[in-house]
């Protein structure tokens, strides 16, 4: 059974960092690309980063292009992002995705950025 579970939110000033985590179960995970997303309120849930097999390639939105780092270690079936420089509009549910079959998604995790 697939599973995604993120963790690492929290509240976090102007500023600020945070590095969240996405442990993977269920699959194969090195065989396997894997995706940041986040959903504001109100907002369309949209690709923060993505990270290949052996995570030598990566991609970012525009949004957080040099401020977030995506990263992975396949010997602890898990993903990072690390977030720096935070914005209040980075104040999202930040979720975990992988495609195998078919897509599958974590629980989120609840980064709020504010002063």
């Known amino acids: 059974q697939v599973q995604l579970v993120e963790s690492g939110g929290g509240l976090v000033q102007p500023g600020g960092s945070l590095r969240l985590s996405c442990a993977a179960s269920?699959?194969?995970?090195?065989?396997?690309?894997m995706y940041w997303y986040r959903q504001a309120p109100g907002k369309q849930r949209e690709l923060v980063a993505q990270?290949?097999?052996?995570?030598?390639?990566?991609n970012y939105a525009d949004s957080v292009k040099g401020r977030f780092t995506i990263s992975r270690d396949n010997t602890k079936n898990t993903m990072y992002l690390q977030m720096n420089s935070l914005r209040p509009e980075d104040t999202a549910v930040y979720y975990c995705?992988?495609?195998?079959?078919?897509?599958?998604w974590g629980q989120g995790t609840q980064v709020t950025v504010s002063s």
């Open positions: 995705k992988v495609n195998v079959i078919d897509a599958y």
């Open positions: 269920g699959f194969t995970f090195g065989n396997n690309y």
């Open positions: 990270i290949d097999r052996g995570g030598s390639s990566t």
